[in-house]
């Protein structure tokens, strides 16, 4: 399905994850391999602890494999690094910072002269369309205000990749939409490379270029799906008869992975 | 295009023209929730002055509250006032901030290593079960009879404590606050300084504002040996003549003291850390 022949983006090679919990080894991620193209829009769903935030985190060099190899560009992941922004379920704003000093503080780390920073900052903020907020600090925001400032923050600095562990799992129905649309817009403006944790199916399949499934106990790829829908992308879709049988796809997946998973936990 | 979240249900919900005051988890009028904080002390002093004035009473077991006001004019215009409130004041101030140099630093590595929380932990948890009283003679030993005395004693009291609820404050911030730093390129001391510390910043200082207040509760405990001024030992002198307009005089502005010291840390944090209000 995805034997590019250009070198991928992102390779995850084998990875497999233990944790060790009370001295006893808990098996994460059994062996993902997964290829990612160079600006590709990858969503990944399945059943809550299946492995999700642990894949996401060691693609961000915020945790290590304990087999396999995650490669960027071809080269090894050895932590973290500016190449990669990533955007957490909870708001992790610096909330001592106002809303610029937030998207600023990123930039801190780059050469750039100061105007172009301040240029740069200004760009995002009214990207993600917080204008008129600058020096709000993020008590004073709503929770999809907050999560535009995590977005623009980064993005900033020009990572080629962005991660995202279930960004929008904590807003209501509306904001959420809103937030998907202008995500789509802001990664068809600033070409990166999107993997997106999530727990909604609807969400996954309207942003992605593919849809990862992962099994659980231990974690695998279970399905792995071209969303071959047109872009750029409105809401209308989500009827269409394509995207309707990518869900009814996806969701039986999911089910019968829920359903074993239960059936493991009575035994 | 979203499953799991649900629409509020319509609750019908009628208006009663009285908000009752006995709603759980209500809001109720500012006003009435200040004025109920008066009302409560006000009914309490009124029946002190009843008992006192019926003679129910000895004023050597219980003085009349006229009594207590008039022993701390005394007390004001013999001087006596002033000279015992700053001698106690600068061993309060001198102790807690010996306590809170050596605390910070040691809460926060505390919190965010683990090797040496591991190494501390146990001992201090251990020492701040020991009663303080019980280590005025070493105190003396060691470091006399004079100011150092008492501040070792206030010192004591409060460090253990502290170094543990700092170490929580930093415990307690969001570990993707860290990680964002990690993810944004930032070395291990930057983190430190410019993430983990503002962030825990606003449960220091609310650390401060709570432990200050303990260091207060020890000041009779640490003049109660070989002090000649203080607050603590006007009390403890008065014991000896029987003097309960003296012992109540004192304790209730010690008490006074110690609210106010409590005001100040929490207006200051108000100020301080505007961003971590709530309010839009
Ligand atoms: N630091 C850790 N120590 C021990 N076990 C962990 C740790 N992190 C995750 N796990 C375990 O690894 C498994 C996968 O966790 P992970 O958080 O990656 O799941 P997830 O798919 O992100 O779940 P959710 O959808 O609920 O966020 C779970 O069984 C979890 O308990
Ligand atoms: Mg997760």
């Known amino acids: 399905m995805n034997q590019t022949l250009i070198k991928p983006k992102v390779a995850i090679d084998s990875v497999g994850k233990t944790f060790r919990v009370n001295a006893m080894p808990l098996v994460a991620i059994e062996r993902i391999d997964i290829n990612i193209r160079e600006n590709e829009f990858v ?188 872009r750029p992308r409105s809401f209308d879709i989500v009827t269409d008869a394509a995207f309707t049988a990518y869900k009814r796809e996806i969701f039986a997946d999911i089910r019968e992975e829920t359903l074993r998973v239960m059936a493991m936990e009575r035994a | 295009m979203n499953n799991h979240v649900h629409q509020p249900e319509a609750i019908p919900t009628r208006h009663k023209p009285k908000r009752d005051l006995l709603e759980l988890r209500q809001e109720i009028p500012s006003s009435i929730f200040s004025a109920a904080g008066f009302v409560v002390p006000a009914l309490l002093l009124f029946s002190w002055w009843l008992v006192t004035e019926l003679g129910f009473v000895r004023p050597l077991f219980l003085p009349s509250p006229q009594a207590v006001v008039m022993e701390g004019w005394r007390q004001l215009s013999e001087g006596v006032l002033v000279a015992d409130a700053s001698i106690s004041i600068y061993r309060i101030v001198v102790g807690w901030l010996a306590a809170t140099i050596v605390a910070v630093p040691i809460g926060i590595l505390m919190g965010n290593y683990r090797i ?62 860290i990680r964002a730093g990690q993810t944004l390129g930032f070395s291990n001391s930057e983190i430190l300084r410019r993430i983990i510390l503002p962030a825990a910043s606003p449960g220091i200082w609310d650390t401060f504002r709570i432990t200050i207040g303990w260091t207060w509760t020890y000041l009779v ?50 100020s301080l850390f505007r961003w971590n209000s709530q309010t839009r």
């Open chain 2, 221 to 270: 405990v640490a003049e109660l040996v070989a002090a000649s001024e203080g607050l603590g030992r006007r009390i403890m002198d008065a014991q000896r003549y029987l003097a309960t307009d003296t012992i109540l005089f004192g304790t209730l502005f010690i008490g006074l003291l110690g609210l106010l010291t409590d005001y100040v840390f929490k207006k200051s944090g108000q």
């Open chain 1, 43 to 230: 969503s990944i769903v399945g059943t809550s602890g299946c492995g999700k935030s642990t894949l996401l985190n060691m693609v961000g060099g915020l945790d290590e494999p304990t087999s396999g190899e995650i490669r960027i560009d071809g080269v090894p992941v050895a932590g973290p690094g500016r190449n990669r922004g990533f955007v957490f379920q909870s708001y992790s704003l610096f909330e001592w910072m106002t809303v610029q000093t937030n998207i600023r503080f990123a930039l801190e780390k780059s050469t750039m002269a100061k105007a172009e920073k301040t240029e740069l900052v200004a760009h995002f903020i009214q990207a993600v369309g917080l204008s008129g907020f600058e020096n709000a600090y993020p008590r004073q925001l709503s929770g999809g205000m907050r999560q535009r400032v995590a977005i623009a923050r980064a993005l900033v600095y020009k990572p080629s990749i962005l991660l995202m562990d279930e960004p929008f799992g904590a807003l209501d129905a509306q904001t959420r939409g809103m937030m998907q649309e202008l995500l789509l817009k802001v990664w068809e403006d600033h070409k990166v490379t999107v993997l997106f944790v999530t727990h909604d199916v609807d969400e996954a399949i309207f942003l992605a270029d593919r849809v990862i499934v992962l099994a659980s106990r231990p974690g695998r790829v279970k399905k792995d799906m071209d969303i071959k829908l047109g």
């Open chain 2, 116 to 177: 040496i929380e591991g190494s501390l932990e146990p001992l201090i948890s251990t020492v701040r079960y020991m009663p303080v009283v019980a280590l005025i003679p070493l105190s003396i030993l060691w470091t006399g009879i004079g100011d150092a005395q008492k501040i070792l004693i206030l010192f004591l009291g409060t460090f253990f404590q502290q170094s543990l609820m700092i170490m929580d404050n930093v415990k307690n911030i969001d570990m993707n606050l």
